[in-house]
């Protein structure tokens, strides 16, 4: 049976991919037979990523403005042709109250989370897309739609991801689409502040009864890059075990912000 994937043969970028979701999505595109053009800061990782999936990898910081030309270039120097851009690289800092935010850090949070994608888009668009077509998927999170103690900056930069996601998939409509995949609570190193502390705690509170894998987003992002997802675009979906839908499931407090509150992330 033909995989209503078809994926065979196109051509995926991946940001933040030498870990964590960003890598389980390169190795999802891999599986369906995509070719993958990894980046992340990590010159190990991008270079073992590539190597083990067979694709090319870019080390270097999203937040450079020429960082998204040069991995489109090499996307269509190695493979001839550019069909998926994830956009998956992230900072959660600064972490804290806004009123303390330093404005640099701040800034800093919007070239990584929101200016780094429309780049990155832009440059994929200028060089294929628009002539060829294609697929964006961001990834965004759960908490974009709602606060959270000390992720001020983080939620405001990601509900800017998801507003920026609608408006392009309105501009770049028919030839490209562009969806987004919203996370709830994954076990990545991102967030292992948050989890590492009471994973099962936090897992007996979701109508699922665990956390997620990284896994269950890459199947998400994969699928909504597919022709399987032909027919949608400008969409979010939510990857998050049951977290919106908790308050029907449990009567206790989110467990979440508790440990939003007396944990913090190692600075970067």
């Not at 069909?83 to 600064?94: I, R």
């Not at 983080?154 to 408006?167: D, I, M, N, S």
């Not at 709830?184 to 894998?213: M, N, Q």
């Amino acid at each position: 049976m033909t995989s209503p994937y078809g994926l065979e043969g196109r051509v995926a970028v991946v940001t933040g991919a030498s870990r964590g979701i960003g890598r389980a999505v390169a190795e999802a595109f891999a599986a369906a037979g995509a070719h993958v053009c990894v980046t992340a800061r990590d010159a190990d990782g991008v270079r073992r990523a590539a190597e083990e999936l067979g694709g090319v990898g870019l080390a270097g910081s999203v937040a450079d403005p020429a960082h998204p030309r040069e991995l489109t270039e090499l996307a269509l120097a190695a493979f001839g042709r550019l069909d998926v851009v994830v956009n998956n690289a992230a900072t959660n800092e600064p972490y804290g109250p806004l009123m303390d935010a330093d404005p640099d850090r701040w800034r800093e949070a919007f070239t990584i989370n929101v200016e780094a994608p429309l780049r990155l888009v832009q440059c994929a668009w200028r060089a294929w897309m628009g002539e060829h077509g294609g697929a964006v998927v961001n990834i965004c999170t759960e908490g974009a739609g709602h606060v959270g103690p000390n992720v001020g900056a983080y939620g405001t930069t990601k509900a800017a991801l998801l507003h920026l996601t609608r408006q392009l998939a309105g501009e770049l409509a028919p030839k490209v689409r562009v969806n987004s995949v919203s996370p709830g609570l994954v076990r990545t190193e991102l967030a292992r502040f948050v989890w590492e502390h009471g994973e099962d705690e936090l897992a007996a509170g979701l109508p699922l009864g665990r956390i997620g894998h990284p896994a269950d987003i890459a199947r998400a992002v994969v699928w909504l890059a597919s022709d399987a997802a032909e027919w949608i675009t400008g969409a979010d979906l939510l990857v998050d075990g049951g977290t919106r839908v908790r308050t029907a499931y449990s009567a206790d407090g989110y467990a979440v912000q508790e440990r939003l509150r007396s944990y913090a992330p190692p600075h970067s």
